[in-house]
């Protein structure tokens, strides 16, 4: 008995150890990332830096937020996300809606067809061309149309109204002399509350995230998401170079006000991803229920 | 015409390093970040402080919530040859800075480490999910016998979940093919393009960066093929072998 109590307190403390590393493991580099963009700039470049900045300053940010490009595609970011996220709610729901009716005609062929989509993709060349021809390369559009619809979250929409929605509720709105419309509207939307919820969460994540639109569907430099300014940033040479000058030009514009020598390319990008990824860091603490909902939803098997 | 464009990618060398890099990154990916979120799902369950609980399950999610591209840039950072942390850590036992992010050999290790540093924390969800639907009276039952944490942990924790873990292997399957063209081509840089090219990022460079149109459609579409049988396969094997299929 003794023993056994002595291995549990080991257990309990070693546990305890290991997760409370691994907790500081996924957490400190967001912290680091924090220290850098309030550091300035040359001074970073020594290195050393582990837990506080060492010469603090707001320049970085205030070169950052001097960018109109940064600015506007901060707000290009909040608009697609925005639309994508409640269209892709009512489009999804609609298409969920209509399939979990067992009276609707053609229904098992439909239910086969949109299997086959979430099993089987065309790949991605196919679908370049296909936004080409429909005019949506270079377009706002392109952020938003083609995320209108998820079959992923269609079915677990279709799932949860057939499960939740007690069958004999629709029938006295059809009694009533209501149709698909007002069931809709007045049944499955205030029913289904939580469900838009979590999965308009993912949505909205999902589409913050996505610099990938921006980086090969659209060459508009004004049309650019925040994510896809970020890669420009970080990844091809001559891209960074570009932006590096922009932020130089930006850089000689404010010398006047800032201090030259605080401010690197490097220390600058620091900024821009605290920026790109504060939405979310801001949201996460007050929402992570409603995710950790979500994800046990969409697992849940039909 | 025919079946030229199938032929054409079939014979080029490029194309057979890509899928070897996508099936050895994956598989990497696969060997290190599924036994890991196993492993922490176990741990997080075993911890009885539940604002400790609380705390780690944050923090550990977390980084799921980021884009690929904040990653990468946390890398950038972290790794750079210009005040990294990871170089001046070096630095203090006089090792010489590396230029992480523009190595080869440092490519997979990197890739691996971002990849678990991502999902491994979000991954245990499931696992604890499915761990709180088990029974209590088994793990009294256990305790009765004389079983300790661990012997509680191997024998009722993990068969009551087995389940769950077949279809999270059913569901990393398909992905063998691959990697995700948003988590690596941000890292590609003409230093490390030996290892880091897979068949996303392949098909990128040669269907829109040099309008190769049909041969990366020939390419998209035996992938989605390979991808599609090797889901299906998968599922049937796991309920022969008696685990939980996807439908």
């Given at each position: 008995m003794n023993q056994s109590r002595l291995g549990d307190r080991s257990f309990t403390i070693s546990n305890t150890v290991i997760l409370t590393i691994f907790a500081f493991l996924c957490m400190y580099p967001f912290w680091y990332i924090l220290i850098l963009s309030l550091?300035?700039?040359?001074?970073?470049?020594?290195?050393?830096?582990?837990?506080?900045p060492r010469v603090f300053t707001l320049d970085n940010y205030r070169v950052m937020l001097s960018d109109p490009a940064i600015i506007n595609a901060f707000w290009v970011t909040v608009k697609r996300t925005v639309i994508g996220t409640f269209g892709s709610l009512i489009v999804t729901s609609l298409v969920a809606f209509a399939l979990s009716r067992k009276e609707l005609p053609g229904r098992k062929q439909l239910l086969l067809l949109f299997l086959f989509i979430m099993l089987f993709s065309g790949g991605l060349i196919p679908f370049y061309l296909q936004l080409y021809h429909l005019g949506l390369l270079n377009n706002f559009w392109v952020y938003v149309i083609p995320s209108l619809f998820s079959v992923w979250n269609m079915f677990v929409m279709k799932t949860s109204f057939q499960n939740s929605i007690p069958e004999n509720v629709i029938e006295s709105v059809k009694l009533d002399g209501g149709g698909y419309v007002r069931v809709y509207f007045h049944i499955v939307l205030p029913f289904s509350v939580p469900l838009f919820a979590a999965l308009g969460l993912f949505t909205a994540v999902g589409l913050w995230n996505d610099w990938f639109t921006g980086a090969f569907y659209v060459s508009d430099l004004g049309l650019q998401p925040l994510p896809t300014y970020l890669q420009r940033m970080l990844s091809t040479i001559e891209a960074s170079q570009k932006i590096s000058a922009s932020s130089q030009m930006a850089m000689m514009n404010q010398t006047r006000l800032y201090n030259p020598d605080a401010i690197t390319t490097k220390s600058v990008r620091m900024a821009t991803i605290m920026i790109t990824m504060l939405p979310i860091l801001i949201v996460y603490p007050f929402l992570q229920r409603f995710f950790v909902k979500g994800v046990l939803i969409g697992s849940v098997k039909e | 015409m025919g079946l030229q464009n199938f032929k054409e990618f079939v014979a080029s060398q490029d194309f057979w390093k890509a899928t070897a890099n996508t099936f050895l990154l994956t598989f990497l990916r696969l060997l290190f970040v599924f036994p890991t979120t196993l492993i922490a799902a176990l741990l997080i369950n075993e911890v009885r402080a539940r604002r400790f609980k609380r705390v780690v399950q944050s923090f550990s999610y977390l980084p799921h919530f980021v884009s690929w591209i904040v990653v990468v840039g946390f890398l950038d950072a972290f790794l750079s040859i210009d005040g990294g942390a990871a170089n001046s850590l070096l630095g203090l036992f006089g090792i010489e800075p590396i230029p992480f992010m523009g190595s080869e050999e440092w490519f997979r290790p990197i890739f691996i480490l971002s990849s678990m540093w991502k999902e491994v924390g979000w991954g245990t969800i499931l696992y604890l999910?499915?761990?709180?639907?088990?029974?209590?009276?088994?793990?009294?039952?256990?305790?009765?016998?004389?079983?300790?944490r661990f012997a509680q942990m191997r024998y009722i924790t993990l068969p009551s979940i087995l389940p769950i873990i077949s279809v999270v292997l059913i569901l990393t399957v398909p992905g063998l093919l691959s990697v995700g063209?948003?988590?690596?081509?941000?890292?590609i840089n003409p230093a490390n393009i030996g290892v880091a090219e897979v068949i996303d990022?392949?098909?990128?460079?040669?269907?829109?960066?040099?309008?190769?149109?049909?041969?990366?459609?020939?390419?998209?579409?035996?992938?989605?093929?390979?991808?599609?049988?090797?889901?299906?396969?998968?599922?049937?094997?796991?309920?022969?072998f008696g685990g939980d299929g996807l439908w």
């Open positions: 550091n300035e700039g040359r001074d970073a470049a020594l290195g050393s830096l582990y837990w506080w | 999910a499915a761990i709180s639907g088990i029974n209590p009276a088994l793990y009294e039952a256990a305790v009765m016998d004389g079983a300790g063209a948003d988590q690596i081509y941000a890292m990022t392949y098909v990128l460079r040669l269907g829109i960066g040099q309008a190769q149109y049909s041969q990366t459609t020939a390419i998209g579409l035996v992938m989605s093929v390979i991808s599609t049988i090797l889901l299906l396969l998968t599922n049937k094997l796991s309920k022969r």
